[in-house]
């Protein structure tokens, strides 16, 4: 199928149309017309090539929401005309431990990610949503629900799931003590998930011009970390803390601010974190953990949890030439909360 998309070609470059092909069905194949994808931070590193394993020809974008045109002969669950949905793998080998209790981003054999990756069987490169079309195997196709808006379905892909997986690990429910570092993409949505969980969330950021925001988006408390008094007054007050800063930064600050038992989860970066001080985590077995996204049956929950509790990331809709300008501003910091390409702006003729 040919089809049209947006492409760096090398970690300099701008995006610039793209004409390429997607395979032709296998059997168990779901062929997607892309109606709107979000833009995540990590589209960003993977094109500027700061992870140093960067493929080009690069199509990014891994928070698609589209429409059914067509299915391999095999496929159950979708037909033509289906609400779809496709995050940030498109494939693993479905067999190891990882995969069979799904958590298949941990895939024994590695998962194939949506874009910048080898594929399992032909090894040509996936291309991602930051085109017209797609071709996923059945099993990494989500559903999304008539109760979900289409339009600002798509960042719950990569930012919803990121941020909903660590607050079903640890358990969260009504009364448990949430903390969100940080609101942006994830962090806005971990504030909105948590909450509809019965959490009482607690925002820290840096910023006294986040505060209102912080309240618009249901935090019951804003702590400003850079008042001293405001940081030592909330010791011991939270259970879980979900970071979800994007560069490198200080954790120490926050270890204190959980309860004893309490974790932290770094979901926003990747790479080295300053110094960190074990005192607290020694003296109240507090810790300092990761998560990766999430499996494909989270991934499901979350829209489906989304769509019963009419949560919707808070989304700014661009046209597809607009996508060097976003990223700029993006890179900026610039963007509050998550940019959405209206794929309906891309034509097949640019
Ligand atoms: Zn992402
Ligand atoms: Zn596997």
Redesign the pocket.
């Known amino acids: 199928m040919k089809t049209v998309g947006y492409a760096a070609h090398s970690a300099q470059d701008d995006l610039a149309p793209f004409h390429f092909e997607r395979r032709d069905l296998r059997d168990n194949d779901v062929a997607i017309e892309i109606l709107y994808t979000g833009i995540?931070?990590?589209d960003l590193h993977q094109l500027r090539n700061d992870w140093d394993m960067s493929e080009y020809p690069m199509v990014p974008g891994?928070?698609i929401v589209g429409k059914v045109i067509d299915v391999g002969k095999d496929v159950k669950s979708y037909k033509v005309g289906d609400n779809v949905a496709v995050g940030?793998m498109v494939d693993s080998c479905q067999e190891c431990d990882q995969c069979e209790h799904g958590d298949e981003q941990f895939c024994r054999e590695g998962m194939t990610q949506t874009y910048n990756s080898p594929d399992r069987i032909n090894g040509n490169i996936t291309y991602g949503g930051y085109s017209k079309h797609i071709v996923v195997r059945e099993e990494f196709v989500l559903s999304v629900s008539d109760q979900l808006d289409m339009k600002r379905a798509a960042p719950i892909l990569?930012?919803g799931i990121?941020t909903f997986a660590p607050l079903r690990d640890f358990e969260v429910e009504e009364g448990s003590r949430v903390g969100v570092i940080g609101l942006g993409g994830l962090g806005h949505m971990a504030v909105k998930l948590a909450k509809a969980m019965g959490a009482k969330v607690t925002v820290l950021t840096h910023s006294a011009g986040k505060v209102d925001t912080a309240r618009e988006m249901g935090a019951d408390d804003v702590v400003l970390s850079t008042d001293e008094d405001a940081m030592e007054n909330a010791a011991n007050s939270l259970d879980l803390i979900i970071n979800t800063v994007p560069v490198k930064h200080d954790l120490n600050p926050y270890m204190p601010l959980l309860d004893v038992g309490g974790t932290l989860v770094v979901v926003g970066q990747v790479g080295p974190v300053n110094e960190l001080n074990t005192m607290p985590m020694v003296f109240g077995n507090r810790g300092v953990s990761g998560s990766l996204i999430g499996g494909i049956q989270r991934t499901q929950e979350v829209l489906d949890f989304c769509a019963e509790h009419d949560i919707h990331p808070k989304c700014e809709m661009i046209r597809m030439d607009e996508i060097n300008d976003a990223l700029k501003r993006l890179e900026k910091g610039e963007v509050a909360h998550r940019i959405v390409i209206d794929m309906s702006t891309l034509e097949a003729d640019q």
């Open positions: 995540c931070h990590s891994h928070e940030c990569c930012a990121t």
